[in-house]
T-cell receptor
Framework: DTAVSQTPKYLVTQMGNDKSIKCEQN?????MYWYKQDSKKFLKIMFS???????INETVPNRFSPKSPDKAHLNLHINSLELGDSAVYFC?????????????FGPGTRLLVL | AQSVTQLDSHVSVSEGTPVLLRCNYS??????LFWYVQHPNKGLQLLLK??????LVKGINGFEAEFKKSETSFHLTKPSAHMSDAAEYFC????????????FGSGTRLSIRP
């Protein structure tokens, strides 16, 4: 069984559209994350979320919003997509969000905005 | 400011020879340090981590890293490279106790020559 899964794997869409990426973890973890990896492979955290707290990286536009229907899911919703949103988006999870914990990553969603 | 620097964007070695991937960090606090590996079109996988226990850390697939506080370094090594080691490697620092403060290095692409 895949520990952290994401859907879709690939997403091609037009500028201005709204899209969602889904993430599920079956590890029983309390904390989930979204990362953006740009074309130069640079990784940056976008959000971390557990049952108690959402922490947003200040550089993330408010067009991006995480939505968590339950502890095992953290979906990423993007409004009014822009060309610069093209990237690979990774979901991850860890037990409690503490700094020393290993994070488990999903396979990524490759978003291309035309 | 907290930061992490990977000194080489690309390292190429012959199969069977040693691997050295260099990482320096800057942190005002006792950080947690990680190396993650990303194979092509895959998510990230933990190789090893330092969390204030032993300074020489052993990881998966024969990799190890040594935390040197005086040099603010956490270089990754392997005695003998294998073709399957070809991937992108990320040095990661979490300078505080919360994983939401995670900082990734820019990555080092490791190529293995037959």
């Amino acid at each position: 069984d895949t520990a952290v899964s994401q859907t879709p794997k690939y997403l091609v869409t037009q500028m201005g559209n709204d899209k969602s990426i889904k993430c599920e973890q079956n590890l029983g973890h309390d904390t989930m994350y979204w990362y953006k990896q740009d074309s130069k492979k640079f990784l940056k955290i976008m959000f971390s979320y557990n049952n108690k707290e959402l922490i947003i990286n200040e550089t993330v536009p408010n067009r991006f919003s995480p939505k968590s229907p339950d502890k095992a899911h953290l979906n990423l919703h993007i409004n009014s997509l822009e060309l610069g949103d093209s990237a690979v988006y990774f979901c991850a999870s860890s037990p409690n969000g503490a700094g020393e914990e290993t994070q488990y990553f999903g396979p990524g969603t490759r978003l291309l905005v035309l | 400011a907290q930061s992490v620097t990977q000194l080489d964007s690309h390292v190429s070695v012959s199969e069977g020879t040693p691997v050295l991937l260099r990482c320096n960090y800057s942190s005002s606090y006792s950080p947690s340090l990680f190396w993650y590996v990303q194979h092509p079109n895959k998510g990230l996988q933990l190789l090893l981590k330092y969390t204030s226990a032993a300074t020489l850390v052993k990881g998966i697939n024969g990799f190890e890293a040594e935390f040197k506080k005086s040099e603010t370094s956490f270089h990754l090594t392997k005695p003998s490279a294998h073709m399957s080691d070809a991937a992108e490697y990320f040095c990661v620092v979490i300078p505080y106790s919360s994983a939401s403060k995670i900082i990734f290095g820019s990555g080092t692409r490791l190529s293995i020559r037959p």
